[in-house]
């Protein structure tokens, strides 16, 4: 089945503690991305990748760090969470195909609190 | 600038009513695409419909019915005969030619649909 999966789907955590949120797809999909979603802002995306090795900032990166070191996995990494960063995170990936349409299939969603 | 406006932040209808979810969006691509996902309480996104800016034909699926006007720049969402089980948030998104993988999304509706 094709899907995006993301681990762990709940997170309490404290603030200054790293994390790592796990974002994997099955698909051969070239792009993958992150988003966070918030009361009254909707979702925003904060870091993309079109490729291996390729990352790039959205439109909310800051306190965020990403890697792509497979083309399957896009992890978010949060060096030293604080409060504001208590969200709910979806990846998403796609084709990545220029000027054209591609399907977003997003993951369930990971519900972070940052103590 | 890109953006989506979803003006009402919450809607309240009482079964078998019919409820329209404003969109309105701004681009200055003449090729994007519009969307609309629905999120239940579970928090998983679920994808309604996509509409690319060449098609304005309405469309109807069942209770749900989309009207794309380009000229008032909307994208507006009626849910005839509600339900109990539409009470959700819902969300309109953009995406445009130049970046199809990006989709900035508007604040979100919610929905709550009484019995």
């Known amino acids: 089945e094709a899907q995006v999966t993301q681990n762990p789907r709940y997170l309490i955590t404290v603030t200054g503690k790293k994390l790592t949120v796990t974002c994997s797809q099955n698909?051969?999909?070239?792009?993958m991305s992150w988003y966070r979603q918030d009361p009254g802002l909707g979702l925003r995306q904060i870091y993309y990748s079109m490729n291996v090795e390729v990352t790039d900032k959205g439109d909310v990166p800051e306190g965020y760090k990403v890697s792509r070191k497979e083309k399957r996995n896009f992890p978010l990494i949060l060096e030293s969470p604080s409060p504001n960063q208590t969200s709910l995170y979806f990846c998403?990936?796609?084709?990545?195909?220029?000027?054209?349409?591609?399907?977003?299939?997003f993951g369930p969603g990971t519900r972070l609190t940052v103590l | 600038a890109q953006k989506v406006t979803q003006a009402q932040t919450e809607i309240s209808v009482v079964e078998k009513e019919d409820v329209t979810l404003d969109c309105v969006y701004e681009t200055r691509d003449t090729t994007y695409y519009l969307f609309w996902y629905k999120q239940p309480p579970s928090g998983e996104l679920v994808f309604l419909i996509r509409r690319n800016s060449f098609d304005e034909q309405n469309e109807i699926s069942g209770r749900y019915s989309w009207n794309f006007q380009k000229s008032t720049s909307s994208f507006n969402f009626t849910i005839t005969a509600s339900q109990v089980v539409d009470s959700a948030v819902y969300f309109c998104a953009l995406s445009e030619a130049g970046n199809t993988d990006k989709l900035i999304f508007g604040t979100g509706t919610r929905l709550q649909v009484f019995p």
């Open positions: 698909m051969n999909h070239e792009y």
């Open positions: 998403a990936s796609s084709t990545g195909a220029q000027r054209r349409y591609n399907e977003q299939f």
